[in-house]
């Protein structure tokens, strides 16, 4: 009943409206933007006092879970679980699945994790499961070079591994933000 009322007033059409292409067009459109239905259909039927508007409307699955691909990422199961929890077991909004998802986009640019993707779901399940696929930005290298007052590469005096030393960003770990400022503040110290 929630979710036929939700419908019925994300509609402009009510009984006595004057109807077009347009306005079904936009009254599906809002439709589809309260984030609550996967599926939409009208349908004309020829009544007594005009035209009856039959809307058909097929609402998200509930939603069981949420399940992070890959399952070996900086952020932990339990905490998503945690910002999705009082969204289980009730019918999903797209427009809430966004906004759980930008509170882990937050919480990895809090983190200092600023190159961490979060996409998904490609698709959700009918079972009421779906996926969200983590990018965290793994270093896959650190290049050294040594630029001169002209800003141009040339060869460096002191030698890499006292450079690499002090790295804790180093190739295989996820990028840090707050991390690689750390580094570059103790290569200045030394």
Known sequence: RKLE???????????????????L??????????????????KAEDGALGVRLIVNIVPNPILKQVII???????????????????????????????RINIIKKWYEDQG?????VS???????????????DEGIVSEIQIRFIGADEKVRKG?????????????VAGVVFNRKTLESDI????AT
């Open 5 to 23: 009322l939700a419908a019925y007033d994300s509609m402009s059409i009510k009984p006595g409206s004057i109807v077009n292409n347009k306005i």
């Open 25 to 42: 067009k936009q009254d599906l459109d809002s439709i589809y933007s309260s984030g609550w239905f996967s599926g939409v259909k009208f």
């Open 69 to 99: 691909q890959p399952n070996n990422t900086i952020i932990s199961q339990e905490l998503v679980n945690r910002i999705f929890d009082k969204d289980y077991d009730s019918t999903l909004n797209l427009n809430e699945l966004q906004e």
């Open 113 to 117: 994790y600023s190159i961490a993707r």
């Open 120 to 134: 998904g779901p490609e698709r959700i399940s009918e079972n009421g499961s779906i996926q969200l696929n983590i």
């Open 157 to 169: 005096k002191t030698k890499e591994w006292v450079i690499r030393r002090e790295l804790k960003t």
């Open 185 to 188: 503040k103790r290569l200045y």
